[in-house]
């Protein structure tokens, strides 16, 4: 039997047309294919289903009794690494890239689905299926804007292609693993970044202009664990700006909805995760979901420099802060902003506890926002590690 009749499909919806999630849809790409059939079952605002999917992912859901599990998910193993030899112009040392291009060259997939630029706009996601190692190297570094990176899933039936790697966010691996026994694969492997407050290609622009001196110049852009906005510039000039400075008055709708209503940062159900959350400024984090995880990083070893994890600080009384500040859109003087960042750096919550501190004022938030905004969605919609990590915080009531 031939892969492609092997599921159901239905029609793609045209770009720009309203998507089942209406104003909650992160565009993943599903609804831009016929996989768009299991839209309901699929997606990740409208059905949400991490726990029942850890199970079909890593043989378990995470166990809320172990405070390691409700914050990073289901893991094997954690670690602090760096490229020796960083990839020129990588979001970090270029860890996923390398992991990638191994995974190619060893021949363990015959493609990779990752996400390079449109030609005219180095902001604008254009999502490929890599099958050269330049073409990986290319979809280095984030885009920071929503990513259809599941349009190109009809491709990969076509081609014929057996073994996949896909790179993605938690909301397109949630609805990848949904769909991942209709795709005709004989093995698919997932790698994941943690992933939060993403924008539409419009709200980067607002993001952009509002806080940084030269937003024409801006080639990359990460909120550091040393709670400034670095603004990586074409001549290699890094701009600072601390959070605590940002206008928080003018971005608050600047995130997409989909963003705000997302409980699954650290993206749970891919088999392995590189990001820099839970590390020391300047390292990576990684965190080992299960044995093809395992199999992925094993590749790359002898490129990286290691560490343990370390866990320093206590988030709690910060994030209670940043409740009614967030709530409030306070922005303080940049001078007093500047203060803030230097003592809470030398102060704050550093390595697993700077993670923990983001995962914390991050949900919070978004609980408040589903609350107020998707009362009706609350219960179902929120994942019960999420609340039982709210809970340990005063809300306002409503
Ligand atoms: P590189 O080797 O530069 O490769 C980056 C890969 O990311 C490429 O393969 C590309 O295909 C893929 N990619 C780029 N943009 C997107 C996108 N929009 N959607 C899907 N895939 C994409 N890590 C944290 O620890 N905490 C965070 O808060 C955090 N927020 C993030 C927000 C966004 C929007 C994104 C895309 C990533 C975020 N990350 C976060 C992950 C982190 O920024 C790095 O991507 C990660 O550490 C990998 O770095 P690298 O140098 O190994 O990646
Ligand atoms: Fe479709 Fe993805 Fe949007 Fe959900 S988030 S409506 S699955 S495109």
């Not at 984090?285 to 343990?308: A, F, H, S, Y």
């Not at 219960?379 to 409503?398: F, R, T």
Request: aromatic fraction near 8%; charge should be neutral; charged fraction near 25%.
């Amino acid at each position: 039997m031939s892969a492609t009749t092997s599921h159901k499909k239905a029609k793609a919806l045209k770009p720009g047309s309203r998507r089942p999630a209406k104003e909650l849809c992160s565009e993943c790409g599903l609804c831009d294919t016929y996989y768009i059939h299991y839209v309901k079952e699929a997606c990740a605002f409208i059905h949400q289903q991490i726990a029942e999917l850890e199970t079909q992912a890593h043989g378990r859901s995470r166990d809320l009794d172990n405070e390691n599990d409700l914050y990073f998910g289901v893991y094997q193993e954690m670690i602090t690494a760096q490229k020796k030899e960083p990839i020129a112009g990588a979001q970090w040392t270029g860890i996923v890239s390398a992991i990638a291009c191994k995974m190619l060259t060893e021949g363990l997939v015959e493609g990779v689905v990752c996400v390079q630029n449109s030609e005219n706009d180095r902001f604008q996601p254009k999502p490929i299926i890599a099958t050269t190692t330049e073409e990986i190297l290319g979809a280095r570094v984030n885009k920071p804007t929503l990513s259809p990176n599941l349009s190109v899933l009809e491709q990969i039936e076509q081609s014929g292609m057996k073994r996949l790697l896909v790179i993605g966010v938690g909301c397109q691996i949630q609805a990848l693993r949904e769909v991942e026994d209709k795709l005709g694969l004989e093995k698919l492997y997932v790698l994941g970044t943690p992933c939060v407050d993403n924008v539409t290609r419009e709200g980067l622009q607002k993001f952009l202009d509002t806080t940084s001196d030269s937003p024409d110049t801006v080639v990359a852009y990460e909120f550091m664990q040393d709670f400034r906005v670095h603004f990586k510039h074409e001549d290699g000039r890094v701009e600072k700006v601390p959070f605590f400075g940002l206008k928080t008055n003018q971005l608050k709708d600047v995130f997409a909805p989909s963003c705000m209503t997302c409980f699954d940062y650290v993206n749970s159900l891919a088999d392995l995760v590189v990001g820099y959350m839970g590390s020391p400024f300047g390292w990576q984090w990684i965190v080992v979901r299960n044995d093809t995880g395992k199999e992925m990083l094993d590749l790359v070893q002898d490129q990286l420099k290691t560490q343990p994890v370390m866990s320093k600080g206590n988030r709690k009384q910060a994030v209670q802060n940043s409740i009614p500040a967030y709530d409030k859109g306070v922005t303080l003087p940049m001078w007093a902003a500047k203060l803030m960042g230097v003592v809470i750096e030398k102060v704050g919550p550093q390595g697993l506890e700077y993670a923990r501190f983001s995962i914390d004022s991050h949900f919070t938030r978004n609980y408040l926002y589903v609350k107020r905004n998707y009362p009706e969605k609350l219960d179902a919609h929120v994942p019960s590690y999420a609340k039982k990590i709210v809970s340990q915080y005063q809300l306002p009531d409503n």
